[in-house]
C-alpha cells in the first residue's frame, strides 16, 4: 500500500505583483461578489475563464487583480460588478469538481478579491488607499498605514486513539457529515494552546504528542489552517452544544461520511489511515 502523500495545493505556482506587458496566456478567476463564475468542462471539472474569453471580461464594469503565474500561465483575479448569462456560485460549489491546484488559485483570488474590496480606506485615519507600487499592499499617503490581505490563523487536529478517530458534527454540516475539530487561535496563544483549548471546550476531552503535519489556505473567509494530529490523553466527551451537533469515536476501517479530498480535514484522515495501514480512497 503507498503512503499518503501531502497534497501541494499550488505546484509550481510565482506570486507575483505586476503582469508583464504581454500575456499570451492566462486564466480569470471572476467573481462577483464573493462567488466565482460556473464554467465546467464536458466531464463536470471547473474551469477559469481563458484569454478565449477575454474579449468578454474587458466589457465588464471590473477590477483585475494579477496574482502571478504557473510556467507561462498568468493568473488573475478579478472582481465583476454582474455577468450576464454566466452562473455564479460560492466557492464551496467547486468541491467534487476541481483538484487542489485550482482550488488554491481561487482560494487566493477570492482573498485577493476581498482585501481590495473592503480596504479602499485607512482604518486609522479615514484617508483614501492606493495600492502599493512592489508589495500587495494597500497605503494610506496621509498616514502611512499599510494593510496588507488579512489571514486569521486557525488549528484543525485529528484526534486519535488506538484504531479510532474523534470526529464531530457542526451544526451547519450536511446531515450524516462528519468532520475534525478547528478552532481561531487567540491573541497571545500558540497554536499547541489553542488545540487544547479548543479540544477541551468542544467535545470535553483532553490531548497531548501534538503532531504539526500541514497546512492550508482556507477562504471562509481567509482563514489559514494549521493541520495537526494529537493524541486522546483523558475525558469523556461533553459536547459544546451550541458549536457541536454530535461527536463519537469512530473505527478507521468504518468511517461515517467525510469531507471531500480538497479539505486538510480529509487530508488529516487519509493520513491517519494510511499510518495505520487502513484503506485511503483514491
Known amino acids: 500500500m503507498s503512503a499518503f502523500v501531502w497534497p501541494e495545493a499550488n505546484p509550481g505556482f510565482v506570486s507575483e505583483i505586476s503582469p508583464p506587458e504581454d500575456v499570451e496566456s ?20 471547473w474551469l477559469p475563464f481563458t484569454e478565449a474569453d477575454a474579449a468578454m471580461i474587458a466589457g465588464l ?27 455564479v456560485s460560492g466557492l464551496r460549489s467547486l468541491f467534487g469538481h476541481t483538484d487542489n491546484l485550482m482550488f488554491g488559485l481561487a482560494s ?30 494597500m497605503v494610506c499617503d496621509d498616514c502611512g498605514i499599510h494593510a496588507y490581505p488579512r489571514l486569521s ?3 484543525i487536529v485529528l484526534i486519535h486513539r ?27 496563544e500558540s497554536v499547541e494552546e489553542t488545540i487544547r483549548r479548543e479540544v477541551k471546550e468542544e467535545v470535553g476531552v483532553n490531548v497531548h504528542n501534538l503532531e504539526y503535519q500541514g497546512s492550508q489556505s482556507w477562504p471562509f473567509p481567509n482563514s489559514l489552517m494549521l493541520g495537526y494530529l494529537a493524541e486522546y ?15 463519537a469515536w469512530f473505527d478507521g476501517d468504518n468511517l461515517p461520511s467525510i469531507p471531500g479530498k480538497v479539505a486538510i480535514s ?14 485511503v480512497e483514491p
Not at 26 to 45: K, L
Not at 108 to 132: D, I, K, M, P, S
Open 233 to 247: 490523553e483523558s475525558g469523556d466527551i461533553v459536547l459544546q452544544e451550541d458549536e457541536i451537533a454530535d461527536a
Open 26 to 45: 492566462a486564466w480569470h478567476f471572476v467573481f462577483v461578489g464573493n462567488e466565482i463564475a460556473q464554467r465546467f468542462d464536458q466531464n463536470g471539472q
Open 61 to 87: 464594469d471590473h477590477v483585475s487583480h494579477y496574482m502571478g503565474r504557473i510556467g507561462d500561465r498568468h493568473c488573475f483575479a478579478v472582481d465583476a460588478k454582474a455577468l450576464q448569462d454566466v452562473p
Open 266 to 279: 480529509r487530508w488529516l484522515i487519509d493520513l491517519w489511515l494510511s499510518r495505520r495501514g487502513l484503506p
Open 108 to 137: 487566493r483570488a477570492v482573498q485577493v478579491v476581498e482585501w481590495y474590496r473592503t480596504h479602499q480606506f485607512c482604518g486609522r485615519c479615514g484617508g483614501r488607499n492606493r495600492e502599493h507600487d512592489r508589495d500587495r499592499a
Open 153 to 155: 490563523p486557525s488549528m
Open 162 to 188: 488506538d484504531n479510532q478517530v474523534l470526529l464531530a458534527r457542526n451544526h451547519r454540516f450536511p446531515e450524516g457529515m462528519y468532520s475534525t475539530l478547528a478552532g481561531f487561535v487567540e491573541p497571545g
